[in-house]
T-cell receptor, first 112, second 115 residues
Framework: KNQVEQSPQSLIILEGKNCTLQ??????????LRWYKQDTGRGPVSLTIMTFSENTKSNGRYTATLDADTKQSSLHITASQLSDSASYIC???????????FGTGTRLQVFP | ETGVTQTPRHLVMGMTNKKSLKCEQH?????MYWYKQSAKKPLELMFVYSLEERVENNSVPSRFSPECPNSSHLFLHLHTLQPEDSALYLCASSQDRILSNQPQHFGDGTRLSIL
């Protein structure tokens, strides 16, 4: 069964700390994996897109990694800020189609 | 501003009403999408339009009817909805279709409540 699972479901950290969010998937055939940030009451915003041949991609303080062999991805946030409080969603795209599966997201809260 | 505008932001309607959601993108993109986001559930892709033609329909009930009159506008016509249809409906656009690996740009959604 094609699935995308994210962990943890929720996370609380202090401002300035680093954190890592996980995404495991069983989608096949695989094309690319995306991370989105969704603020409360807003639509998702794209952070990174990685194809199966890419191991890492950065966007400012956000760094995503991908291991296509183990079908795992992580999103690392460095020196967290209050504005990082949001839901982070992992999305996996099927190869050569418009089909995609979203994870249920990780809710991150950053406190001062 | 994401370049994708959705109206209305909030909508409350009865099960027998007919209403429409509107989406407009100012990015010059060729593909547009409707998504449903229910509480504690993953986003679900409902419809995909590319160059104003529907290319994907993920088994969505017929009480949801999309319309794409041009590449900048997308509508979702609603009629005789059910309480379980209450959700956040998100519109998105991208330069080309999902399979092209282009990022999607989302609007802020319409929060729909069915009484």
């Amino acid at each position: 069964k094609n699935q995308v699972e994210q962990s943890p479901q929720s996370l609380i950290i202090l401002e300035g700390k680093n954190c890592t969010l996980q995404c495991n998937y069983t989608v096949s055939p695989f094309s690319n994996l995306r991370w989105y940030k969704q603020d409360t009451g807003r639509g998702p915003v794209s952070l990174t897109i990685m194809t199966f041949s890419e191991n890492t991609k950065s966007n400012g303080r956000y760094t995503a990694t991908l291991d296509a062999d183990t079908k795992q991805s992580s999103l690392h946030i460095t020196a967290s800020q209050l504005s990082d409080s949001a839901s982070y969603i992992c999305v996996v795209i099927f190869y050569n189609t418009d089909k995609l599966i979203f994870g249920t997201g990780t809710r991150l809260q950053v406190f001062p | 501003e994401t370049g994708v505008t959705q109206t209305p932001r909030h909508l409350v309607m009865g099960m027998t009403n007919k209403k429409s959601l509107k989406c407009e993108q100012h990015l010059g993109h060729n593909a547009m999408y409707w998504y449903k986001q229910s509480a504690k559930k993953p986003l679900e892709l409902m419809f995909v339009y590319s160059l104003e033609e529907r290319v994907e329909n993920n088994s969505v009930p017929s009480r949801f009817s999309p319309e794409c009159p041009n590449s900048s506008h997308l509508f979702l016509h609603l009629h005789t909805l059910q309480p379980e249809d209450s959700a956040l409906y998100l519109c998105a656009s991208s330069q080309d279709r999902i399979l092209s690996n282009q990022p999607q740009h989302f609007g802020d959604g319409t929060r729909l409540s069915i009484l």
